[in-house]
């Protein structure tokens, strides 16, 4: 991995060592993918500050995120299917993150089950949760979680219904693949791939095969979506989670000031400003152009966590000085884990590190406290006055 200069690097190849149906899964956005575009460029958009003669000799990355110390402001976002960029991926990734410090969030649509990840990893992960039909394996979900004593329930509120992929309907993407000439001769020219799938404990979602009625052999994300996620999703449903769930809840998935008020009475410890990675409302705002406005208004009430678009040290930056305490990261450790496994998922995180230590040093900030939209050449209008950071509240549970 020496040659390997940046995320970017990583992502070229993992394209070349993942069949194109998963790689595309990871990679695309919803319809025309004009949010999955936006957060990047409007994440570039935002120009840093050179700062000269400032003594920056002794910076520091780490910061807290829900109370727990960590290295680098980072935690690995919910990535489902995980599984299939490489085999045992998600057990693979965990392992990466616990060993650098960092939360890992396991994706109720993994490949690896809960119980397959908690066996395999020594410290807690977060799981993440849908607000699905069938309440009684919801409510399972939630108890397996608690079982493997997993820090944190990360309920996602925005896929009550599924945005259009137009890859994975060309692609035909399916666990395990469908049987398709070009598919075949994808996964032929890819053995390194196909033995990692072939060693790996599962070749189909861990999490649901054999739990819920008529879905025992399901493996198409789009039907167990269209059968299973419900459209009736409400704040109600949150008090219903809160009664079950004995720990920290993140609700992810808040794109709209209103919703961020509401979310931030909820009890949740914690949000995250997203738009699912350009995957669901195509045209929604990007992530960053929300997050100013949502920290203005709840930034002293609730912790908030920013995921969309971060692909640099700078992006990370960028994110902290218009008020999140730290980033979610899904396709940059996507394609490391595509590449190189858990060796790659491992130099994501170094490369984004890294980049972030020389964004402060050339922004004259020699600690994570000190990034505010004062390291920002044209901060947007909501924070133009720095917004002093309350302490964390403690909650129940």
């Known amino acids: 991995m020496k040659s390997?200069?940046?995320?970017?690097?990583?992502?070229?190849?993992?394209?070349?060592?993942?069949?194109?149906?998963?790689?595309?899964?990871a990679v695309s956005g919803s319809y025309s993918e004009q949010t999955l575009h936006a957060n990047t460029d409007d994440l570039a958009a935002l120009k840093l500050r050179q700062r000269v003669m400032i003594d920056v000799d002794r910076r520091d990355t780490s910061t807290t995120i829900l109370g727990e110390k960590v290295p680098v402001p980072l935690a690995l976002a919910p990535i489902g299917l995980l599984g299939m960029q490489h085999g045992d991926g998600e057990i693979l990734a965990c392992r990466a993150a616990?060993?650098?410090?960092?939360?890992?969030t396991l994706s109720t649509m993994s490949i690896c089950s809960i119980?397959?990840?908690?066996?395999?990893?020594?410290?807690?992960?977060?799981?993440?949760?849908?607000?699905?039909?069938?309440?009684?394996?919801?409510?399972?979900?939630?108890?397996?979680?608690?079982?493997?004593?997993?820090?944190?329930?990360?309920?996602?509120?925005?896929l009550q219904i599924l945005g259009q992929r137009h890859r994975d309907i060309r692609n035909g993407m399916t666990v395990p693949p469908e049987i398709r000439i070009k598919n075949i001769i994808d996964i032929a020219t890819k053995p390194a791939w196909a033995w990692s799938i072939l060693k790996g404990k599962r070749k189909t979602f861990g999490n649901l095969a054999g739990h819920v009625k008529g879905m025992e052999n399901v493996n198409s994300l789009a039907e167990w979506t269209s059968q299973q996620f419900d459209p009736s999703l409400n704040w109600r449903d949150i008090e219903w989670v809160k009664s079950?769930?004995?720990?920290?809840?993140?609700?992810?998935?808040?794109?709209?000031?209103?919703?961020?008020?509401?979310?931030?009475?909820?009890?949740?410890?914690?949000?995250?400003?997203?738009?699912?990675?350009?995957?669901?409302?195509?045209?929604?705002?990007?992530?960053?152009?929300?997050?100013?406005?949502?920290?203005?208004?709840?930034?002293?009430?609730?912790?908030?966590?920013f995921d969309g678009g971060v692909r640099t040290g700078a992006d990370i930056e960028r994110a902290l000085a218009l008020g999140a305490q730290a980033c979610m990261i899904g396709r940059p450790y996507v394609w490391g884990l595509g590449a190189y496994g858990q060796a790659g998922v491992a130099k994501a995180v170094d490369l984004?590190?890294?980049?972030?230590?020389?964004?402060?040093?050339?922004?004259?900030?020699?600690?994570?406290?000190?990034?505010?939209?004062?390291?920002?050449?044209d901060p947007p209008f909501e924070q133009k006055k720095p917004r002093k950071k309350a302490p964390r509240k403690k909650q129940n549970g």
């Open 98 to 104: 616990q060993q650098i410090g960092i939360p890992f």
């Open 115 to 158: 119980e397959d990840v908690a066996a395999a990893v020594e410290k807690p992960f977060w799981f993440q949760l849908y607000v699905i039909r069938d309440r009684g394996f919801m409510k399972a979900l939630i108890e397996r979680a608690a079982e493997a004593k997993c820090s944190a329930l990360v309920l996602t509120v925005d």
């Open 4 to 25: 390997i200069a940046c995320i970017d690097d990583l992502r070229q190849v993992a394209a070349r060592k993942v069949p194109r149906a998963f790689y595309d899964y």
């Open 352 to 377: 984004l590190q890294k980049e972030l230590h020389v964004t402060m040093g050339l922004t004259g900030v020699g600690s994570v406290a000190e990034i505010g939209p004062n390291v920002l050449v």
């Open 244 to 305: 079950i769930w004995p720990g920290k809840l993140i609700l992810k998935g808040i794109l709209d000031v209103e919703d961020a008020r509401i979310a931030a009475q909820s009890g949740a410890e914690a949000m995250v400003v997203s738009n699912h990675g350009g995957r669901q409302l195509d045209g929604a705002a990007s992530s960053i152009s929300m997050l100013p406005r949502i920290a203005d208004a709840v930034g002293d009430d609730i912790e908030i966590l």
